[in-house]
C-alpha cells in the first residue's frame, strides 16, 4: 500500500495528460486496521462515487478485495454471536454482496445529464477455489466476468484472463456499435471462441503424447488458437502502442484472423499443406 501511494502520483493520465492522481480518490484499509474500518470502507467508496455521479460525472469505482471485505464481515458477525452460514460467512453475505453491486448504474439528472458509477470488484478466492461463498454470491450478481489463470500468469501470457471462463452479459449492448462495420460479428465470436475451447484439448493432449502423436488437422487447430491467443488476446502493458487497442484497429485484426480461421487446409502425403482461402 505504501507503494501505491508513492507511485500512482506520478502517474500520467492519458487523457488530460495531467497527474492521474487529480482525479483519483483512494481510500486506504490494510489487514492490520480495526475490523469494522475495513467493514466500512466499501461502503465510503460506492457513496464518494455516488456523490460524483449525482454530478454528472462518470465514475469507475474499484474495489481490491471484496473477499477481504467479507472476511471483515465475518468477524463482525462472528463477535456479534449471529448465526454462521457456509464458511461461517454470515446468512446475510449474498444480499450485502447484491446490495453493494445494485448501486452501480447511470442516472439521468433533473438538467438532462447523464452519470454513471461503474463497480470492478476484485474477489481473490483461497487456493483460487470459485465454488467458495464469495465468488458464488458475486458471480449472481455481477454482469460480467473476467477469470484470472495462475497457468496463463506462470507462462507469460497478459493479461492473464482466462477467455474460456470469463464472460459477459453486456455482449448485445457492446455489438450495437459493430453491426454497421462487421454484420455478422456474432457468428465469427463463435467461431473463434469453437477453435479457442477445441485447441486448449489439443493442447491438454499434446502435453501427454506430444506433436508427434498429433493429427495434423488437430494440430492446425491448435495453431489457430494460438495465434488468436497471441495477435489478439494479450498485450503489453509496457509497450505504448500495445498497452491499449482502438476499437477501429480491432476490427481489422478480427478480420483477419477470421479469414485465416475459415481458410481451409488440406494435405498430401508428403506431409505438406496448401491453404484455401
Not at 474500518?37 to 461502503?43: D, H, L, M, N, T
Not at 468477524?75 to 448501486?103: D, K, Q, T, V, W
Not at 457492446?174 to 471462441?193: C, H, I, N, Y
Amino acid at each position: 500500500m505504501v507503494e501505491v501511494l508513492k507511485e500512482f502520483p506520478h502517474l500520467q493520465d492519458p487523457n488530460t495528460g495531467g497527474a492521474l492522481m487529480e482525479r483519483t480518490i483512494i481510500i486506504c484499509n490494510t489487514s492490520s486496521m480495526p475490523v469494522a474500518a475495513r467493514e466500512s470502507s466499501i461502503y465510503l467508496g460506492v457513496t464518494i462515487a455516488e456523490y460524483y455521479r449525482q454530478m454528472g460525472l462518470d465514475v469507475l469505482l474499484l474495489a481490491d478485495s471484496t473477499s477481504r471485505w467479507a472476511q471483515a464481515l465475518r468477524e463482525m458477525s462472528g463477535r456479534l454471536e449471529e448465526i454462521p452460514g457456509e464458511e461461517a460467512f454470515p446468512a446475510y453475505l449474498a444480499s450485502r454482496i447484491a446490495a453493494f453491486y445494485e448501486r452501480a448504474g447511470a442516472v439521468e439528472l433533473s438538467n438532462k445529464k447523464v452519470g454513471s458509477v461503474t463497480i470492478g470488484g476484485a474477489v481473490s478466492p483461497a487456493g483460487g477455489n470459485f465454488e467458495e461463498p464469495v465468488t458464488q454470491a458475486t458471480l449472481s450478481v455481477v454482469g460480467a466476468f473476467l477469470g484470472l489463470s495462475r497457468a496463463r500468469s506462470d507462462a507469460r501470457r497478459y493479461p492473464a484472463i482466462d477467455p474460456l471462463i470469463s464472460w459477459s452479459k453486456y455482449v448485445e449492448i457492446v455489438g450495437k456499435d459493430l453491426e454497421s462495420q462487421f454484420p455478422d460479428w456474432e457468428a465469427k465470436v463463435r467461431m473463434t471462441q469453437k477453435v479457442m475451447r477445441e485447441g486448449d484439448e489439443i493442447g491438454k493432449r499434446m502435453e501427454v503424447i506430444g506433436e508427434e502423436g498429433t493429427a495434423l488437422e488437430d494440430f492446425v487447430i491448435y495453431l489457430k488458437g494460438e495465434l488468436y491467443d497471441f495477435a489478439y488476446l494479450q498485450q503489453n502493458a509496457f509497450d505504448a502502442e500495445d498497452a491499449f487497442c482502438p476499437l477501429d484497429r480491432q476490427l481489422v485484426l478480427f478480420k483477419l484472423i477470421c479469414e485465416i480461421f475459415e481458410s481451409t487446409f488440406s494435405f498430401n502425403s508428403h506431409d505438406e499443406a496448401e491453404v484455401i482461402f
